[in-house]
């Protein structure tokens, strides 16, 4: 089930002026909004009841009225006790807490990619994988760790898969691919040009493409015919990308272990082979 709550906060920077002011309020009060009449939003938000709509239908509801029912599952699934304690880390903290305050921040990262994971769409994605003869991954820094671990995974279920370090590489293999293949355009900010500019080669090459983002609209996603969402909060050491990577590696673990039981039979033969290969000991 999607959590409508973390979808507001992380599709808020490209939502309409209006719906920003909208989205602001609903984060600050979501316990006031869920009582409110369209009238009383509309009046508190300076807009309009026809803003309040459009809002509503920009996150994929029918109205204002199953908005006030997401918001309140929203706010029965969180737990209070644990709001502040995945925050920054400080100077002082002591080894067991900093442990604590990660593990806790990972483990966030997935929940919240399960409550925003539109299963629809991560299906189609388990299709495309499934069906195409070749697959290129592609990221760029912490996203390309994500890239080449399943580029490993994919492999060992004798999936032919790239990924190359070099963007100029991504870019060539991607203007080698045809309208059999796929292509996995990782990028948590959904903005990396190098991502975007060989996931739209991708697809003017007649590719399948998927993408992975942070939840949101974003330039990838223009070039997608599959998006997937992840969703994490990077308060801790944002440049580490940390709990992100947590996510989108979660994710790949998805998708890999949909894909090889949609052919069971050779991905228990591949496993067992590349298994024996790698237990193989120099002497």
Sequence with gaps: MRDILFNIKEWKDSFKPSEKKIAEYVLEHPEKVINMAITELADVCSTSEASIVRFSRT???????ELKIKIAASLTRQDPSQSDSIGGINRDDSTTTIMTKIVEFNRQAIDQTASVLDISELDKAIGILSR???IDFTGMGASGIVAYDAMTKFIRINTLCHYYPDSHLQLTSAANLTKNDAAVGI??????????DILKVAKERGASTISITKVGNSP???FADVALFVSSQEAIFRVGAMASRIAQMNLIDILFVN????KYDKSMESLENTSGATSIRKV
Excluded: D
């Design 259 to 262: 894909v090889a039981m949609k």
């Design 220 to 222: 990838l996603t223009e």
């Design 187 to 196: 990028s948590y900010s959904g903005a990396t040009r190098e991502v975007i």
């Design 132 to 134: 195409a003869q070749r």
């Design 59 to 65: 996150l994929s509801l029918k109205g204002f009225q």
